[in-house]
């Protein structure tokens, strides 16, 4: 079994720096997008267990990265908890109900890792036996603060204000919307490590717009609790944190009950590394645009961050998904910088 990336995630020694792609499964595959237009539309294919494996091993398969990630996407929790989303051709997701009032907040359910999301659940076990131990899979969630924001706004948004809105003018229902996104997360993930997940990522998308103090607040808090939820039923999962343009928040962060610090672009790997300390490992933090260029300048800048973050506690990646335009030859030629990298 090839459990870099792991032993990596735990601060082990490894032969080799381990590599994946956030959003590797998906729209730059030509593989991807056969399925995906077998299908009305991309939500069926989150629903279907076969389908959502079929495309979760695509990138496995093509790309040859050190692990699989399951194929879904962070919106079946709000969905889960009473708001369902549509994936809108083009445009991203929208929720036709949103969270108005305290009223709203009542009427949501709390996500149990045991009957609901029963299609990820399935997904999972169906990749695990299909990777065989190969490598390992990831399984992820949204953290509770990019969730809210969603449930709020409806859809997405530069600004956020409407969801932001409710945090600065009544904390307390914000508060209470949540906890209740929060205690679903964690059944969510224990459910996913309960059927096979190796390891767990939590993506704040939404990270970078708040103020630190709101950031500490109305994210972190939740993050935490619910790295400590997950640690108490798995104390060896290890947990990757991404709070995308979070800079802010690293010392904050590194204090988190995780294994795994992941980093965007604009963040140094050198001046992270000095804020965080050496007790995380780190993951990222390639801007995804860099490989739009040529073979040669996606070898120096990957090289120039490989060395920058050092082969020990580090777990190459992009800093953020991977656009839908890039090439796949491009990837691959990322991967592999990274792979004969000594
Ligand atoms: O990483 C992977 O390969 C696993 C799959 C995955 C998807 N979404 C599939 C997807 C993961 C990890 C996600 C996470 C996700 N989803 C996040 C957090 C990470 C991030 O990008 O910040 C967020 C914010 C979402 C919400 C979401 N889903 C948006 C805003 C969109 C529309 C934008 C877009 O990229 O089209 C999606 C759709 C989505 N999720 C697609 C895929 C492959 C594209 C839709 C399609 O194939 O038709």
């Known amino acids: 079994m090839n459990d870099l990336i792991i032993r990596a995630a735990k601060g082990e020694k490894v032969e080799r720096i381990p590599v994946w792609l956030m959003r590797q499964a998906g729209r730059i595959l030509p593989q991807y997008r056969k399925v995906r237009n077998k299908v009305k539309d991309f939500k069926e294919l989150v629903k279907n267990p076969e389908l959502a494996c079929e495309v979760t091993l695509q990138p496995v398969n093509i790309l ?35 969270i108005k009032s305290v009223k709203d907040i009542k009427k949501l359910n709390i996500v149990s890792g045991r009957e609901d999301l029963k299609y990820v659940m399935d997904a999972i076990k169906l990749v695990k036996k299909e990777l ?10 949204g953290a509770p603060w990019t969730i809210f924001a969603y449930m709020v706004e409806g859809q997405g948004s530069k600004t956020f204000s409407k969801a932001k809105k409710l945090l600065y003018t009544n904390p307390l229902i914000s508060h209470e919307l949540l906890t209740k996104i929060s205690k679903s997360t964690s059944n969510y993930l224990i459910g996913q490590i309960n059927s096979g997940a190796d390891m767990v990522q939590i993506f704040d998308s939404w990270a970078g717009i708040l103020s630190p103090e709101m950031y500490a607040e109305f994210s972190l808090k939740y993050i935490s609790e619910i790295c400590d939820e997950v ?16 800079f802010f ?35 990222g933090n390639l801007d995804p645009c860099v490989l739009y260029s040529d073979f040669s300048t996606i070898k120096k800048v990957s090289l120039k961050m490989i060395q920058n973050f050092g082969k020990h506690r580090y777990i190459a990646n992009l800093g953020h998904g991977v656009y839908p335009d890039t090439k796949v030859d491009n990837v691959k030629c990322f991967i592999d910088t990274v792979k004969n990298y000594n």
């Open 231 to 246: 640690k108490k039923n798995f104390p060896s999962i290890p947990i990757t944190v991404f709070a995308k343009d979070a």
């Open 132 to 141: 065989n131990g190969s490598i390992p899979l990831i399984g992820f969630a």
């Open 249 to 283: 928040a690293l010392q904050k962060l590194s204090k988190l009950n995780c294994n795994v610090i992941g980093l965007d672009w604009t963040m140094d790997p050198v001046e992270s590394r000095k804020i965080i300390g050496p007790g995380k490992t780190l993951q």
């Open 64 to 98: 040859n990265v050190d692990a699989a990630i399951i194929f879904s996407d962070i919106l079946v929790v709000p969905e889960a908890m009473g708001l369902p989303y549509l994936m809108i051709e083009s445009k991203g997701p929208y929720f036709e109900k949103t």
